[in-house]
């Protein structure tokens, strides 16, 4: 095990892998400071440890190598002084865990709801979103996503500049505070999932090089230098984030990971890094003794992430779907810029609801060259959809969400456009009631070098769409306070239809078993002139499902309907009143054989089948 291990009425074994040294010594800080050597592990190369039975948890501490550097522990599970401070030791068994009973929650079952811990609330704390977690699973949601927690520099940050993988964030907490999150939703019968950064590290406190080869130029990331796990000496790499792994399911008790950008993880070996993860998470899952979930965010559109080893996968639960995305929001804003100028109008729309990816092997005018690969014979339980999400709102100039950008019925058609689709939805915080204020780049870096840096990237990356004088300033702090949730908001009639309209749609989810991933077959049809997609589910038993879509803003259109001897029996129009809708008009009953479905522009309707 990496790092301190608090061992009661033991001590604390101390273990650390440092290639890069020939001598190492931890450096004990309470009381009169001291350094105590380590030895060489047996049969371990580049491991040094040693046990140290007069210091235990809340003991600060260092390692020395070399006599001539002192840094923080790699495997830290605490930074309470921040990056630039000593570790502390923690010992995970003092904390009282009251989620015996938890049995986790099936792949097909995921609504992911992803927040950010630092904006969610006004503390901007782990303790302060257990208050809303009751709210969450009364709207539906069975699994909060947490962006990055592990130490990163400051307070304000999205968390991808992380450099203390096994320490949660101080200010949010520390280590008890994550505890208390994932107890307490486990509680109300919520999963928590974190998302992983394991292709960088951050910049600034990373001591990670003065320890081992921890990073190689053979391969670069757009953060910089790639992380080594194929290279010479990469075993104790991939030993050290296996292990961090490890560390996050079963100390912490957490029911999956979110792998960050993993087509930045640059990897030729014959047993790939991912696919080790993946037995790593399954060999936890034995140990934990319920449903544990690794998801990978990947813009290759590649499914070997999620097909099974035996057919040449690498074994993955599940991956983000960015081309459902893609699709959606230029569908519903009209936008054409960047990676949006290969998507537009309905037929992307119909094709990622049919096919998974809307490249597939086609060709891409913003890539220039063909793009990804057939996935339709991979269930839809293996594809995370969205229509918002962190990445997509933040990494715009001014962080505009969808609710900025279209008016309520598109959000309504938004809303059923993700739920109603054969996947596993993730929505983003505030998404439910149509959230405005921005979700904005924010960091709060200590060095002004870096901070200048980030600035100027910043501003030209955007300059020709705003200008550099608009591009917020990401150190400043009203850009983090612009960034947190108004739920105030939600009490207006436009938001709580929207949430109305969300609340219904997941139940729906949860009542039609057609609806269940990967429970049905989907046959789609479209009409790109007129603006219409339909979506047949056909369950192999049990009551088939009809969701359509008008995406038009006129006229009303007329839907064909799939041939069949049961009549159909309206379950939800996004037009409802209830919903902020100017009023359902369409048909509560379609009879057998009937010749049209008539539906509203800017409108979503589901039908389910009646059968005897």
Not at 595 to 600: F, G, K, Q, S
């Amino acid at each position: 095990m990496n790092g301190a291990q608090a061992l009661p009425g033991v001590g604390v074994r101390f273990s650390v892998w440092a290639p890069h040294a020939t001598h190492v010594a931890v450096e004990l800080l309470g009381g009169a400071p001291r350094c105590v050597p380590l030895a060489p592990a047996p049969g371990q190369p580049g491991v040094f440890e040693a046990l140290v039975d007069d210091v235990g948890a809340g003991d600060d501490y260092r390692f020395r190598l070399d006599d001539r550097l002192v840094r923080a522990d790699p495997a830290s599970r605490h930074q309470p002084q921040g990056v630039h401070g000593a570790s502390r030791v923690v010992d995970p068994t003092a904390f009282a865990w009251s989620d015996g009973g938890w049995t986790g929650v099936s792949r097909a079952d995921l609504v992911f709801y992803e927040l950010h811990v630092g904006t969610f609330t006004e503390a901007g704390t782990f303790d302060a979103a257990i208050a809303h977690l009751p709210a969450l699973r009364e709207l539906g949601i069975t699994a909060v996503e947490l962006m990055p927690v592990a130490q990163f520099p400051g307070a304000r940050n999205w968390g991808y500049d992380g450099v203390f993988p096994y320490a949660p964030q101080n200010s949010y907490g520390g280590p008890q505070g994550l505890r208390r999150l994932v107890d307490a939703a486990h509680g109300f019968g919520l999963a928590v999932v974190l998302d992983v950064v394991y292709n960088h590290l951050g910049p600034e406190g990373n001591v990670l090089a003065d320890f081992g080869p921890y990073f190689t130029d053979a391969y670069r990331t757009p953060w910089g230098a790639a992380v080594n796990f194929d290279g010479s000496d990469s075993d104790g790499v991939r030993a050290y984030f296996l292990d961090n792994a490890r560390h996050w399911l079963e100390e912490y008790h957490l029911d999956g990971l979110r792998l960050d950008a993993v087509h930045a993880i640059h990897d030729e070996s014959a047993r790939p890094f991912l696919a080790e993860l993946a037995e790593t998470v399954r060999a936890c899952e034995k140990r934990r003794g319920h449903t544990l979930h690794v998801v990978a965010e990947s813009d290759a559109n590649d499914s070997r992430l999620v097909r099974e080893v035996r057919h040449g996968g690498l074994g993955l639960d599940a991956v983000w779907n960015d081309d459902y995305h893609h699709a959606v929001h230029a569908a519903l804003t009209g936008e054409r810029t960047g990676y949006y100028e290969d998507f537009g109008g309905v037929e992307p729309v119909a094709r990622a609801l049919a096919e998974r990816f809307v490249y597939d092997g086609r060709y891409s005018v913003h890539r220039r060259r063909r793009h990804g690969a057939p996935a339709r014979d991979v269930p839809a339980d293996r594809f995370v959809v969205f229509v918002q999400n962190h990445d997509q709102i933040g990494n715009r100039a001014l962080g505009e969400r969808l609710a900025a950008l279209v008016g309520p019925a598109r959000l309504r058609l938004a809303a059923s456009l993700l739920l109603l689709a054969p996947g596993l939805p993730l929505l983003f915080m505030g998404e439910e009631y149509g959230e405005t204020n921005p979700f904005l780049y924010f960091v709060s870096h200590g060095d002004p070098a870096l901070l200048d840096a980030v600035r100027g990237g910043r501003r030209r990356e955007f300059a020709a769409f705003v200008g550099e004088a608009a591009v917020p300033d990401p150190a400043a702090e009203d850009t983090f306070q612009r960034s947190r949730l108004d739920r105030a908001r939600a009490s207006g009639p436009q938001p709580a239809g929207l949430l109305a309209l969300h609340r219904a749609l997941l139940r729906l989810r949860r009542e039609e078993p057609a609806l269940r991933p990967g429970a049905a077959e989907v046959r789609v049809q479209h009409d790109a002139e007129a603006g219409w997609i339909r979506v047949h589910y056909v369950p192999e038993r049990g009551r088939p499902g009809l969701a359509a879509f008008h995406l038009g803003r006129t006229p009303e259109a007329k839907l064909p309907l799939p041939a069949g001897r049961h009549p159909w029996r309206l379950r939800i129009d996004s037009q409802d009143g209830d919903f902020g809708g100017p009023g359902s008009a369409a048909p509560r009953r379609l009879a057998a054989g009937a010749p049209a479905l008539p539906l509203a522009p800017e409108s979503a309707v589901y039908y389910a089948g009646e059968t005897a």
